[in-house]
């Protein structure tokens, strides 16, 4: 009996890893969806001083844990559709096929959707509309829209803005700080994926991906990026006007200086450790940007 369960464990060991399937998921990225959803909750829509009840409160719980999910299953599809692509560009960074089996991956992928519009069904209609919309999206860019130029990157972008967005669906109140903060997130996200496309054009080249840099090449792609970056500024300036201007100064004020470096970093990029360096710093101004949150008031 003692070998039976010693052999069913060893086979378990082998097609399913804790720490692979956390970095599967990008747990750590996950872990900043929930971050800024909930200094969304606590200071913009409940406002201090709120309450260990705002906290704790089970409905968002339930919305914050379904976006969650549903992102968490969309690394799932993403990664699996893309391991030959992974083990040229990032060979360290694959777990689907080497410390998580394929087909366990897919069954994981399927399992958290589910459970993710089972949550959705019982918050409401709105909110399992939006959520069955993502995870279509999702798998529409996983298996088709990544591989084409700037639609792949313009889905991620909305699907970032959306887990924001969900909130303003599920509260109705608050629409225009929320608006704000969606479109920073919307505008950095596309910024950061396009940068990532001219990071991976070697793998993405022997898999016939049309991406921005192959199509139009790494001069193009630039100009494009800072026509991006102005259209974002622009954005925020439109939203001094007829939003809420203090919300614009904060995030505006607490961004300014690496927005201001990552423009001068971009125009001197020409090595694919650059790019990355500047992938990885868009992800710090979506952080910083994130904690500018906790200074609406």
């Known amino acids: 009996m003692t070998s039976i369960f010693s052999s069913i464990s060893v ?3 082998r097609a399913f890893s804790l720490r692979g399937f956390l970095k599967l998921i990008r747990f750590q990225n996950l872990l900043l969806i929930a971050l800024t959803q909930y200094l969304i909750k606590l200071f913009i829509i409940d406002k201090p ?8 409160d089970t409905q968002f719980f339930l919305l914050s844990l379904a976006t969650v999910m549903v992102a968490a299953a969309g690394y799932i599809i993403n990664d699996y559709y893309d391991v030959k692509i992974d083990i040229i560009n990032k060979p360290e960074r694959v777990v689907i096929g080497k410390s998580i089996r394929r087909r366990v991956a897919m069954g994981a992928n399927v399992v958290i959707n589910t459970l993710a519009l089972l949550i959705a069904l019982y918050l409401g209609w709105r909110i399992f509309i939006v959520i069955i919309g993502a995870i279509f999206l999702l798998w529409l860019y996983s298996n088709r829209l990544k591989r084409l130029p700037f639609l792949g990157n313009l889905s991620i972008a909305l699907l970032a803005a959306l887990t924001l967005f969900i909130i303003a669906v ?28 001219m990071e991976d054009m070697k793998g993405d080249q022997a898999f016939d991906c049309y991406t921005l840099p192959i199509m139009w090449g790494i001069r193009k ?36 200086f690496p927005v201001a470096w990552l423009i001068i970093r971009l125009y001197r990029a020409d090595r ?9 710093f868009c992800k710090v101004i979506m952080l910083i940007g994130v904690l500018s949150i906790a200074l609406h008031f």
């Open 170 to 197: 599920y509260y109705q109140a608050q629409e225009g700080v929320l608006y704000i903060y969606a479109s920073f997130a919307f505008f950095i996200t596309l910024i950061r994926e396009i940068i990532k496309d």
């Open 272 to 280: 694919v450790k650059d790019y990355a360096f500047l992938s990885t």
């Open 49 to 56: 001083p709120f309450h260990l009840v705002d906290i704790l």
């Open 221 to 256: 792609t630039k100009l494009l990026l800072f026509v991006l970056i102005v259209s974002f500024i622009t954005n925020l300036a439109v939203s001094f006007f007829f939003l809420d201007r203090w919300v614009v100064i904060y995030l505006a004020g607490i961004i300014f």
């Open 11 to 13: 086979k378990f060991q």
